[in-house]
C-alpha cells in the first residue's frame, strides 16, 4: 500500500494551493478517503473527507474555501485549497480507511503548506 502526496509548497495569504494524493496496492474506490492536518506544535486534525460515494465532509474552518475530490479512475485524491490564512500552515496527510470517519489504517508521508 502507498500514499504519496504532492504539492505542499509556501504562499502568500489568500493564496491557492492544489494538494493530491496518489494511492496504489487497495480497492481505493471502496475507500473513505481524508485530509488530516498537523499545525506546529499541534495535535493533528482533520480537515476534509469523502465517502466512496462521493459525499464531502469539511471542518467548518475550512468550510467554503477547500475542496475535496477524489479520481476513482486514477486512485488519487486532490484538496483544493483556496483563500489560505496563516492558520492553514501545517503538514498535510492523505489517509484512507473502510469507514467514514475512521480508524485509518493507510497513510502518506505528508506535504508541508506554509502560509506566510
Known amino acids: 500500500v502507498q500514499l504519496v502526496e504532492s504539492g505542499g509548497a509556501l504562499v502568500q495569504p489568500g493564496g491557492c494551493l492544489a494538494l493530491?494524493?496518489?494511492?496504489?496496492?487497495?480497492?481505493?474506490?471502496?475507500?473513505?478517503m481524508t485530509w488530516v492536518r498537523q499545525p506546529p506544535g499541534k495535535e493533528r486534525e482533520g480537515v476534509a473527507g469523502i465517502d466512496d460515494d462521493g459525499s464531502a465532509h469539511y471542518v467548518d474552518t475550512v468550510k467554503g474555501r477547500f475542496t475535496i475530490s477524489k479520481d476513482n479512475d486514477k486512485n488519487t485524491v486532490a484538496l483544493q485549497m483556496n483563500s489560505l490564512k496563516p492558520e492553514d500552515t501545517a503538514v498535510y496527510y492523505c489517509?484512507?480507511?473502510?469507514?467514514?470517519?475512521?480508524?485509518?489504517?493507510?497513510w502518506g508521508q505528508g506535504t508541508q503548506v506554509t502560509v506566510s
Open positions: 489517509a484512507g480507511g473502510p469507514g467514514t470517519g475512521g480508524p485509518f489504517g493507510y
Open positions: 493530491s494524493c496518489a494511492t496504489s496496492g487497495f480497492t481505493f474506490s471502496d475507500y473513505y
